[in-house]
């Protein structure tokens, strides 16, 4: 069933993200019949559930209006062009950014709002686990809870214990890639 709000280029794009990786195995045919499908507008709804708690997301326009708006409120900020900000922190790789069919889509926990900035410690823990995972992976470990926190968030737990955060990161390095 298709779903009047997507265009069909971006119903496409959807489905393309959400089919399984092993499409060659014996196995698929016989378990996909049996495990209900998401649809695609659904599979990204509940990815951006999960981000509901650590302040949601937003998309690049919308950050910009946020920082926008923060400068109006505090005159110590004296960004001129949010919009440029935004891009230059997505072309940089400074954030993560998930693409979805609206475009780039940002989670709000990698932001100090008030001061119109990326979080000093997620430049560390990028660094730990950009190449390991893909950006919509990668945003994901940031809200799951993580063993390696007993059971916290990456993205609460990162200003309190930065170096436990570190850790947990190196280590699910380590895991998924043995480097």
């Known amino acids: 069933m298709r779903d009047a709000s997507l265009c069909p280029g971006e119903e496409a794009w959807l489905r393309s993200k959400c089919r399984p990786i092993f499409r060659s195995s014996p196995f698929l045919d016989e378990i996909e019949s049996r495990v209900p499908v998401l649809s695609p507008i659904d599979h990204w709804a509940t990815t951006a559930q999960a981000f509901a708690e650590s302040g949601g997301l937003a998309s690049g326009d919308e950050l910009s209006e946020l920082i926008r708006h923060r400068c109006e409120e505090n005159a110590e900020l004296s960004i001129v062009q949010p919009v440029s900000l935004v891009a230059r922190w997505i072309v940089s790789q400074s954030v993560v950014a998930i693409e979805s069919p609206w475009g780039f889509m940002l989670p709000l926990f990698q932001f100090d709002l008030p001061r119109a900035a990326v979080h000093a410690c997620m430049r560390p ?11 919509t992976e990668l945003a994901l470990w940031f809200v799951t809870p993580n063993d390696w ?7 609460q737990a990162m200003h309190e214990d930065l170096q436990s955060v570190r850790r947990a990161a190196r ?9």
Do not use: N
Request: aromatic share 8%.
């Open 125 to 135: 823990l990028l660094s730990d686990l950009r190449g390991v995972f893909e950006d």
């Open 149 to 155: 926190l007993a059971g916290a968030c990456p993205a």
């Open 171 to 179: 280590t699910d390095r380590f895991v998924a890639v043995g480097v």
